[in-house]
Every structure is written in structure tokens, then in C-alpha cells.
């Protein structure tokens, strides 16, 4: 079992940043492939953001192409995410998530969540 918790959130001005960060503690080897952020506004579906393999090979939307950026620290079994020119449209709640040996992010481990509310 893994066990993922994020920290971080809170609430900023635009044009401001954050760093998140999404603890994994249990058996983590079964999640050492793929990790990503996810965030979800209200009203609308849940989307991925960033995530990274275990080669340290990364992926960001569009959306955040530029003002985000994904890292993680393998001997701190934690995964980041550093927000820069957060916009409004940036407001969500942001997940943590890892895949189970390779899988999909459908059976993948999910974190509860942290708020991110950015204000104009």
C-alpha cells in the first residue's frame, strides 16, 4: 500500500508562486515509474499538469508550459511542484498521483489534495 499526502497550497496574488509538495510513504517502489499533479476546478474535470518519469524525462500542459516545473528527490520519496505566475484560472485543487508499476492513472494512487486559490 502507498500512501501519498500533499502540502503546500494556500492562497496567493496573481503573479505569484508556490511550491507543493506530495510526501509518499509505504511500499514505494510500486510507484517509481510515473508521477504526476492533477488539479481540479470547481465545475470542471479533473486535469493533469506536470508529471515525470522515473528517468526524469517530463510532461506540463499547455496550460502551465513555462510556469510550472516538476521535480522529485528519490531519497526523500517526495514529489514537487513549483508554481510560478500563478494566474486565476490557475485555482483549483491540486492531486498528487502515482502509477502502480507502470499502469494507468485510472488505478494509479492519489494523494487527497491541497487547495491552491489565486486571487486577481
Known amino acids: 500500500q502507498v500512501r501519498l499526502v500533499e502540502s503546500g497550497g494556500g492562497s496567493v496574488p496573481a503573479a505569484g508562486s508556490l511550491r507543493l509538495s506530495c510526501a509518499a510513504s509505504?511500499?514505494?517502489?510500486?510507484?517509481?515509474?510515473?508521477m504526476g499533479w492533477f488539479r481540479q476546478a470547481p465545475g470542471k474535470e479533473r486535469e493533469r499538469v506536470a508529471s515525470?518519469?522515473?528517468?526524469?524525462?517530463?510532461w506540463y500542459s499547455d496550460t502551465v508550459k513555462g510556469r510550472f516545473t516538476i521535480s522529485q528527490d528519490n531519497a526523500k520519496n517526495t514529489l514537487y511542484l513549483q508554481m510560478d505566475s500563478l494566474q486565476p484560472e490557475d485555482t483549483a485543487m491540486y492531486y498528487c498521483?502515482?502509477?502502480?508499476?507502470?499502469?494507468?492513472?485510472?488505478?494509479?494512487?492519489w494523494g487527497h489534495g491541497t487547495q491552491v486559490t489565486v486571487s486577481s
Open positions: 509505504g511500499d514505494t517502489n510500486v510507484i517509481s515509474c510515473r
Open positions: 515525470i518519469l522515473s528517468n526524469g524525462d517530463t
Open positions: 498521483a502515482a502509477q502502480r508499476s507502470c499502469g494507468t492513472w485510472v488505478s494509479a494512487y
